[in-house]
T-cell receptor, first 113, second 113 residues
Framework: KAGVTQTPRYLIKTRGQQVTLSCSPI?????VSWYQQTPGQGLQFLFE???????NKGNFPGRFSGRQFSNSRSEMNVSTLELGDSALYLC????????????FGSGTRLTVV | AQSVTQLGSHVSVSEGALVLLRCNYS??????LFWYVQYPNQGLQLLLK??????LVKGINGFEAEFKKSETSFHLTKPSAHMSDAAEYFC???????????FGGGTRLMVKP
């Protein structure tokens, strides 16, 4: 079966712009989570959606937002980009809770210049 | 909140040598523990998971991990390293609600010929 698909793979944006990243989970998976990965901070949890509802949110500013659609696809948006937002953004899906473990996408590499 | 600590951000072994990557969890016994591997420019791939059904867990690519409550540890091992094992490895623990993972800082494994 198809894995978790993230688009685009690479993005270059200018400081102050906004960006939208997309994630299509594995078919049947209703939970989608987003993580930010940077060399300095490691893997940090952004938010988790289940059946179009945000169930959990990490400690990120309000510039980071997300949503999930009825087909479980998810998007995350970052407004007013800062240089420090440069990172690999990873999407992960699971059936419901984490007991099965996540399946991760390959990520979107965002560079803010 | 649950947390995990990975001792050693970099580990170097010779091809054919034993691989030992360390992970310690915070004091309360978690219901699940995970090891993930990340190859360059890719997302994370699940190696194995502990679910309390067995303390010795076998994963993919010849890796295994042993849960030791007395040592609050879940170290990852492989008897004989291959060049293809060179990657970054992450230990992770879920929160109580089961809707997010907290990752360790990661251990980069280098395999020398």
């Amino acid at each position: 079966k198809a894995g978790v698909t993230q688009t685009p793979r690479y993005l270059i944006k200018t400081r102050g712009q906004q960006v939208t990243l997309s994630c299509s989970p594995i078919s049947g998976h209703r939970s989608v989570s987003w993580y930010q990965q940077t060399p300095g901070q490691g893997l940090q949890f952004l938010f988790e959606y289940f059946s179009e509802t945000q169930r959990n949110k990490g400690n990120f500013p309000g510039r980071f937002s997300g949503r999930q659609f009825s087909n479980s696809r998810s998007e995350m948006n970052v407004s007013t980009l800062e240089l420090g937002d440069s990172a690999l953004y990873l999407c992960a899906s699971s059936l419901s809770r984490i007991r099965e473990g996540y399946t991760f996408g390959s990520g979107t590499r965002l560079t803010v210049v | 909140a649950q947390s995990v600590t990975q001792l050693g951000s970099h580990v170097s072994v010779s091809e054919g040598a034993l691989v030992l990557l360390r992970c310690n969890y915070s004091s309360s016994v978690p219901p699940y523990l995970f090891w993930y591997v990340q190859y360059p420019n890719q997302g994370l791939q699940l190696l194995l998971k502990y679910t309390s059904a067995a303390t010795l867990v076998k994963g993919i690519n010849g890796f295994e991990a042993e849960f030791k409550k007395s040592e609050t540890s879940f170290h990852l091992t492989k008897p004989s390293a291959h060049m293809s094992d060179a990657a970054e490895y992450f230990c992770a623990v879920p929160n109580n609600a089961g809707n997010m993972l907290t990752f360790g800082g990661g251990t980069r494994l280098m395999v020398k010929p």
